[in-house]
């Protein structure tokens, strides 16, 4: 089989040649392996990350699941921004800091928050000036120039999908699992409610929308991502019931009576979450189902409640195991995580959330070369 077929049949509920591995080499991985600084693809694009990532893909030769890389906007159904510029107020030879300003009656209005590009690393996003050492407005700047343009809605889908060919499954978001993401937000739903729940109902308006326009397209994905990172940091479960199971729900409806794929990404605490959305929603797919300390998952347990509803991508430990372990120990974690989840299908191996930048290409390649071997039906 190749990549694609392997993926597509353990979607369907079907049993593939072997279980399918996917690697959470997310962003970090990809840049580093493009030789350019960090910068030139954050910011300047000289290589989207799309395209990064789907060169990564090929030198392993794992199975992707492209989680949220090609994404489409319509711009009728986005909410209005205004036109807003990006300056550059520091560079040096390890980072360059960016903040944005919108212009009014001949005024420059700038941003709270800056945006720190390493030369080595992803940026850092909504970062106080002050904590940089740089004033709130900015005396000394340059306008952002030279950075690259790409394809963008329907034809960036269509050009990421031919990219990837026969690797993998592309998809793209649809809807979202978390409204609160941050102290502030806790603080306030507690104060005032109803402000999420307006949110909520526009954003499940929004969503409804925004999947009847992706079916309407010639290329469509493969797949639809209605996760969120850390849907149960900020969010107790009775809060996800509130807010964002409603969205979930409906997206995974929708899809799946159109025989669309769904996919949660969700990394921490997720137990409690994956038992919510394998009893109540039609999703099809979720990961990265994390170990203690990051997250809550026991993936043989889980197996044996949920394995007959629900495909189940995971989990091995990005740290102690994929960054600082040995190809030997990368092949025991990735037989036990087989042993403990393969059995009838419904298994992608993967890791916990994204994998360190450093992580040795010896235990990538070992726990793929599990998967293809060990992983055999």
Not at 125 to 146: A, F, T
Not at 263 to 281: F, K, Y
Request: hydrophobic share 35%; proline share 6%.
């Amino acid at each position: 089989m190749t990549s694609r077929e392997r993926l597509t049949a353990v979607l369907r509920g079907e049993i593939p040649d072997c279980v399918p591995v996917a690697p959470d080499t997310s962003n970090m991985i990809p840049v580093k392996m493009t030789g350019l600084p960090f910068w030139d693809v954050y910011l300047y694009k000289k290589m989207p990350q799309w395209k990064a990532y789907i060169d990564c893909v090929k030198y392993f030769d794992f199975d992707s699941l492209m989680d949220g890389y090609a994404e489409i906007r319509f711009d009728d159904l986005e909410p209005e921004r205004g036109e807003e510029k990006t300056a550059i107020v520091f560079q040096d030879e390890e980072k360059i800091i960016t903040q944005n300003y919108r212009l009014a009656n001949g005024r420059r209005f700038w941003s709270e928050t800056v945006t720190v590009y390493s030369i080595d690393n992803p940026p850092v996003e909504d970062v106080p000036p002050e904590k940089m050492g740089l004033e709130s407005e900015p005396v000394n700047y340059k306008e952002l120039e030279g950075v690259y343009e790409w394809p963008s809605g329907e034809e960036l889908l269509a050009l990421v999908k031919r990219e990837m060919g026969d690797h993998g499954l592309v998809g793209v978001s649809c809807g979202t699992s978390c409204l609160l993401h941050s102290e502030e937000d806790v603080f306030r739903y507690y104060d005032e409610p109803a402000y999420f729940y307006e949110m909520r109902d526009q954003i499940l308006a929004e969503t409804e929308a925004r999947y009847h326009r992706l079916m309407q397209l010639e290329t469509k994905p493969d797949f639809l991502c209605t996760g969120c990172s850390g849907s149960l940091i900020w969010q107790t479960p009775a809060i996800f019931r509130e807010l964002a199971l409603p969205i979930v729900k409906r997206v995974t409806d929708l899809a799946y009576a159109d025989g669309m794929f769904t996919h949660v990404h969700s990394c921490g605490p997720e137990a409690e979450l994956v038992e919510i959305l394998a009893n109540e929603t039609h999703l099809t797919v979720i990961d990265p189902l994390e170990i203690p300390p990051m997250g809550n998952c026991n993936l043989k347990e889980i197996k044996q409640k949920f394995g007959d509803k629900i495909v189940l991508k995971g989990n091995l430990y990005t740290t102690d195991v994929m960054l600082n372990g040995t190809p030997e120990q990368v092949r025991d974690a990735a037989k036990r995580a087989i042993d403990d989840a393969a059995e009838g299908g419904g298994f992608i191996l993967s890791t916990g959330d994204q994998c360190g930048r450093d992580t040795p290409k010896e235990n990538l390649f070992a726990m793929i070369e599990t998967a293809r071997t060990y992983g055999k039906y």
